[in-house]
């Protein structure tokens, strides 16, 4: 089993920076690929940026140039650095572990989530 837990949210400008951290524990081991999702009031949940044990990295086409995924293999820690943050980057973020790609329905583990405000 795999533990997931957000941290890192809060209420910032529009323009400002955020950096949220995701700490795994348990059998981290088998975990090849790692994700950032989110959920807006009123709207779907999106798959934001995944990151797997090659460094391969890819984005949502909203965030890319903006937002950075990367992972601390020594500290099982999973960050996305959010830059030049945006009103509709606002959302309820939750990190996830062992599924494919930006597709949320593969992805076996979830962390509760961290609530991003982005005001203008």
């Known amino acids: 089993q795999v533990q997931l837990v957000e941290s890192g949210g809060g209420s910032v400008q529009s323009g400002r920076s955020l950096r949220l951290s995701c700490a795994a524990s348990?059998?981290?081991?088998?975990?090849?690929?790692m994700a950032w999702f989110r959920q807006g009031p009123g709207k779907e949940r999106e798959g934001v940026a995944t990151?797997?044990?090659?460094?391969?990295?890819r984005y949502a086409d909203s965030v890319k140039g903006r937002f950075t995924i990367s992972q601390d293999n020594a500290k099982n820690t999973l960050y996305l650095q959010m830059n030049s943050l945006k009103p509709e980057d606002a959302a309820m973020y939750s990190c996830?572990?062992?599924?494919?790609?930006?597709?949320?329905?593969?992805?076996?583990?979830w962390g509760p989530g961290t609530q991003v405000t982005v005001s203008s």
């Open positions: 996830a572990a062992d599924g494919i790609d930006l597709r949320g329905s593969s992805y076996s583990h």
């Open positions: 348990g059998y981290t081991a088998s975990i090849y690929c």
């Open positions: 990151i797997d044990n090659d460094g391969n990295t």
